[in-house]
């Protein structure tokens, strides 16, 4: 939007105005911001209290008209009077302000004027953190929170000033840790990112930055899960996968495996290092790399249990060694996060149907369905039992074929409970409603199509006769 002659003539008072505020500073001012002064009069708490309430009424009426330019015009004056004379009194002035700040930068179109505008939101920022470092609804400092948003700020509206704002957004990151905001933790890494694509910096700063929020993000996630916060675990989710996915360029695997394989040399028997390594890896896709299948065994090695436990199991499996990750896969079972023993119980399943030990690979897989009923790999794996074991659970060729009609509900119970398997079950429906008993063969049998059947063997199922297609 170009800005009418009225929105002009206030910017140019704005920005006058910004350089007569009062108070000196402790935090750090980035260059070219507008700088204050040291002296702030007394001011009278009664007068601050009808300056706020003339200007956050208009603040309330330019919101609730959509923030059109006709209302700024009236704001800017009765906002200006409390920052200038009561810029300890309502903390809502500075996140007003900011909103008005950033208004009048997404307005501009001088790019000078623009430039000005930018200098005077870090410098409201600032004061903010002068006299608001303390969320008053906490008592916990707020300035990590602050200095996020005023590295974010500066990125959007300046990119040209990465640097600047990679350090302002190091400082959030590192001084909210895990409660750093997910928005702030992205804009760090990107701001680390152009670092590294404009000479300023090498990849492995990069991978640090990158290890650093996801160590954040895993250590959320595992909170959330042992409060059974399902809300925040997806949200959070959500949160990694965009940090993964800004990160995804940098993720070449050779890279990283010789980053880490120095950092391993150099600090021998550190767990938590060869968690933060393995954690990595599985991130970037690397597990293929030899360095994986190597920190996860000296992990086991270290620290066994069921989380190291549970990656061995996956290594061996994807190995083609199914017999050996058996082990792993029952003690990863027993892990107190959900997903894990969850999983790993799904492995078992498969793995002693590989193995054909059908009654077992059945107690695991409806071990994995009590967990996690909305999984619909286990239903499958029982699914694929049942019609393994039909022709050995008749006495002929039509008591051969009715186990096949329980494989097929199981392949729908996936269907229905897991979209996401939806169409491996559809092929399994299909392939084995072929196999079903014909029409005259449950005649012959005096059956009727639609009347309920029970299916016995090493399992027993109740079940409805159907004919082959």
Not at 109 to 137: R, V
Not at 233 to 244: G, H, R
Not at 448 to 462: I, M, N, P, Q, R
């Amino acid at each position: 939007m170009k800005p009418k002659v009225g929105l002009f003539l206030l910017a140019t008072v704005l920005i006058a105005s910004m350089n007569e505020v009062a108070g000196q500073l402790t935090t750090s001012i980035p260059k070219n911001t507008i700088q204050v002064d040291n002296s702030i009069s007394a001011h009278d708490s009664m007068q601050c209290a009808e300056y706020y309430s003339d200007y956050h009424g208009r603040f309330i009426q330019w919101k609730d008209n959509d923030y059109s330019e006709t209302e700024i015009l009236k704001i800017f004056d009765p906002w200006k009077r409390v920052y200038e004379n009561c810029p300890d009194s309502f903390e809502s002035t500075y996140p007003d302000g900011i909103m008005i700040m950033r208004y009048m930068i997404e307005s501009e179109e001088n790019h000078a004027l623009k430039e000005k505008f930018i200098d005077s939101l870090l410098l409201l920022y600032d004061t903010y953190l002068k006299y608001f470092p303390i969320d008053y609804k906490t008592g916990t400092s707020q300035s990590g929170a602050i200095l996020g948003r005023k590295g974010v700020d500066l990125y959007s509206y300046c990119e040209s000033r990465y640097i600047e704002a990679c350090t302002i957004l190091r400082q959030s990151v590192e001084l909210e840790s895990n409660h750093a905001d997910a928005t702030v933790m992205i804009y760090y890494l990107r701001s680390v990112i152009k670092m590294a694509r404009n000479g300023m910096a090498d990849s492995s700063m990069v991978i640090d930055v990158y290890r650093q929020i996801t160590d954040i993000v895993n250590s959320n996630i595992a909170g959330y899960t042992t409060k059974g916060d399902v809300r925040k675990i997806e949200s959070t989710k959500k949160d990694k996968a965009n940090i993964d996915a800004t990160f995804e360029p940098f993720s070449d695997c050779r890279i990283v495996a010789g980053i880490f394989k120095n950092e391993i040399k150099n600090q021998p028997g550190d767990v938590d290092l060869l968690k933060s390594v393995t954690d990595f890896l599985e991130a970037t896709n690397c597990q293929t790399d030899s360095l994986y299948y190597n920190t996860c065994f000296e992990m086991y090695r270290l620290a066994p249990g069921p989380e190291t436990a549970y990656n061995i199991g996956r290594i061996l499996l994807n190995s083609n060694k199914p017999a050996e990750a058996v082990l792993y896969f029952e003690n990863a079972s027993q892990s107190i996060d959900p997903m894990i023993a969850h999983q790993s119980y799904s492995a078992l399943g498969e793995i002693f149907r590989l193995l054909n030990n059908f009654p077992r690979a059945y107690q695991m897989a409806s071990k994995a369905i009590e967990l996690n009923p909305k999984d619909g790999v286990p239903y499958i794996t029982i699914g694929n039992l049942y019609a393994a074991s039909a022709n050995d659970c008749g006495t002929d060729d039509f008591t051969a074929r009715v186990g096949y009609w329980a494989a097929v509900d199981k392949f729908v119970e996936a269907r229905n409970v897991d979209p996401s398997v939806g169409e491996d079950a559809n092929k399994l429906i299909s392939f084995y409603s072929d196999s079903f008993p014909t029409k005259e063969a449950i005649q012959l049998h005096r059956y009727k199509t639609g009347s309920t059947y029970t299916v016995t063997c090493w399992f027993t199922e109740k079940t409805i006769i159907r004919a082959a297609n």
